[in-house]
């Protein structure tokens, strides 16, 4: 896949550094996208810097609301309101797998949780290709496309070699 997911506990960005360094390595140019895990994350960003200067929360606060929509991605997920972010997040990696998910601490020592403060780009899960060689045929053209299908609200196909009685090009779509 040519994109990957990133779930990031709202309260790594709750400093102005770090809300810097992990959205700069963000968005789909680079490969990499915020999962909106919970569907509440921005807010549970928001309410993690109570402990933050003004200036340092109106930073944080303006990155989070001029974040582009194509940065965060949206997932269908199960939260437990009764148990902590990162063994939610760990959860729904069994069902609905993260690349990696990058959180405070890593108490249970799992493999796919990066320690914020102890990574940085250069780390095996966050070295992604924007611009890898997709296989051209039907697995490889699916597996490249279901993440844009799965963000967008109206798709316009433009291909001046699209054949709508072709079979091939049927099975595709």
Not at 30 to 45: A, E, F, N
Not at 70 to 81: E, L, Q, T
Request: aromatic share 8%; net charge negative.
């Amino acid at each position: 896949m040519i994109f990957k997911e990133y779930a990031i506990q709202p309260d790594v960005l709750n400093t102005k550094e770090n809300c810097r360094f992990w959205l700069s390595l963000m968005g789909l140019e680079k490969g990499r996208q915020i999962s909106r895990y919970p569907k509440r994350w921005k807010r549970l960003v928001f309410e993690s810097l109570i402990n933050c200067k003004p200036r340092e929360k109106k930073y944080i606060e303006e990155r989070l609301f001029n974040l582009p929509n194509n940065v965060i991605k949206r997932i269908i997920n199960d939260w437990d309101p009764d148990i902590e972010w990162l063994n939610n997040a760990i959860e729904q990696d069994t069902r609905n797998p993260f690349h990696a998910i990058i959180a405070n601490e890593d108490p249970q020592e799992v493999e796919k949780v990066l320690i914020a403060d102890e990574i940085d780009e250069s780390h095996e899960l966050l070295d992604v290709g924007p611009s890898t060689s997709i296989i051209r045929d039907l697995n490889g053209i699916t597996e490249w496309i279901t993440p844009l299908l799965e963000q967008g609200s109206l798709i316009v196909l433009i291909d001046p070699f699209f054949r709508p009685n072709s079979g091939d090009h049927l099975i595709v779509l």
